[in-house]
């Protein structure tokens, strides 16, 4: 059991940064991918990020390539996802989820997830 807790998210300008958070709990944090999504208002969940178990291999949506980085600290249990270059586009409420299979873009493919943490983009 796995229990993720996102933070980090608020409303920043366009051309901004943040950098999201995501706790998790449990000594086996670090035996998970974990991966970033978001979902605006009206659409589906979508896949942004994510990382191998042990940091080493990372993979992004092509619409933030170049723009967000994902890392994560297993000593300290948290993801996080850094993002630079802004767009109004990129508001919606972002969560982490921990998977336990190989690298995967789709969420039905994660085993748990946080409570999600939003992000506004004014522009």
């Known amino acids: 059991q796995v229990q993720l807790v996102e933070s980090g998210g608020g409303l920043v300008q366009a051309g901004g940064s943040l950098r999201l958070s995501c706790a998790g709990s449990?000594?086996?944090?670090?035996?998970?991918?974990m991966g970033w999504f978001r979902q605006a208002p009206g659409k589906e969940r979508e896949f942004v990020a994510e990382?191998?178990?042990?940091?080493?291999?990372?993979y992004y949506a092509d619409s933030v390539k170049g723009r967000f980085t994902i890392s994560r600290d297993n000593a300290k249990n948290t993801v996080y996802l850094q993002m630079n270059s802004l767009k109004p586009e990129d508001t919606a409420v972002y969560y982490c989820?921990?998977?336990?299979?190989?690298?995967?873009?789709?969420?039905?493919?994660?085993?748990?997830w946080g409570q999600g943490t939003q992000v506004t983009v004014s522009s």
């Open positions: 990382i191998s178990w042990s940091g080493g291999s990372t």
């Open positions: 449990g000594r086996t944090f670090s035996n998970y991918g």
């Open positions: 989820a921990a998977r336990r299979g190989p690298r995967n873009v789709l969420p039905q493919k994660y085993d748990y």
